[in-house]
């Protein structure tokens, strides 16, 4: 790759009815060379909107969040890829350093250290919008996430929940955020976090692993002490001390979850 030669950068979604939210996503993509959507079934505007803004849409049956994520990241027209969910948009200090990865001229500005050719996968922060505020702190904050990466050498789980992306070598690091917008009500939220529950209990006893009381006791007030105490949570007020909370309440469920199955299929 000669100094001056951009890489191509294809930004790529999966999408189920994310009409109210596709248009500022979408926008703060508009940098990209190319956007894939990749929608199940969508039955409002989702997929007219996305191709409004030029985005190419593909239909294909639920797979599970990390199959899904995958499956639309080998749909982008460049190896080179930028993964965003509907609800998520980039700001615009992640998106200068993201330019700055993908054109390196001279040096990545908004980076944590000098540019390293052999990087294929970058990650950054998510700053979750929750109850009204934006954390900074806890659970919520800074929420790593690995979203830009050169697909021949990083590619998705295939975790039904909770997937993440797996890359080879070393990871880099970009400032700037990458901002969740969730519109969800907190009611909507819980319910959310119960479906994951699930999904994670059976995820882990399909692994082999077994739940104990003491899991059931010990792994919330841990992760409290972690996330509220450790991780200063405290300071994000009552929406830090909400989410950090629901948090426990689910590994609470995970394990509850765990131990029934264990008890009816003795």
């Avoid at 350093?97 to 950054?124: D, H, K, N, Y």
């Avoid at 479906?195 to 007030?221: F, I, Q």
Wanted: hydrophobic share 40%; net charge negative; charged share 25%.
């Amino acid at each position: 790759m000669t100094p001056d030669r951009r890489l191509p950068l294809t930004a790529v979604l999966i999408t189920r009815n994310a009409a109210s939210q596709l248009d500022e996503c979408l926008a703060s993509v508009a940098f990209c060379d190319d956007v894939v959507v990749v929608d199940s079934g969508s039955e409002d505007a989702t997929c007219a909107i996305a191709e409004r803004h030029g985005a190419r849409v593909i239909q294909s049956e639920w797979r599970g969040f990390g199959l899904q994520k995958q499956f639309a990241v080998e749909q982008a027209n460049h190896d080179w890829v930028l993964c965003i969910d509907a609800d998520e948009r980039v700001s615009e200090s992640l998106r200068e350093g993201i330019c700055a990865v993908t054109c390196p001229r001279s040096g990545i500005p908004g980076t944590q250290s000098e540019p390293a050719p052999t990087l294929a996968a970058w990650r950054f922060a998510r700053s979750n919008r929750f109850m009204g505020r934006y954390l900074k702190h806890g659970e919520g904050y800074p929420d790593w996430s690995l979203r830009l990466f050169d697909r021949r050498a990083a590619h998705w789980s295939d975790d039904p929940v909770h997937e993440k992306v797996i890359a080879i070598g070393e990871v880099g690091t970009l400032q700037g955020d990458l901002l969740h917008e969730s519109a969800e009500s907190l009611e909507t939220y819980l319910a959310k976090q119960n479906r994951y529950s699930t999904l994670a209990a059976d995820e882990a006893l399909a692994r082999g692993e077994r739940a104990t009381v003491l899991h059931l006791l010990l792994s919330p007030a841990l992760r409290f002490i972690k996330f509220y105490f450790f991780r200063l949570g405290l300071l994000d007020g009552l929406p830090g001390l909400v989410h950090i909370l629901v948090g426990c309440s689910a590994s609470f469920a995970k394990y509850a979850k765990m131990l029934d199955f264990q008890r009816s299929h003795r």
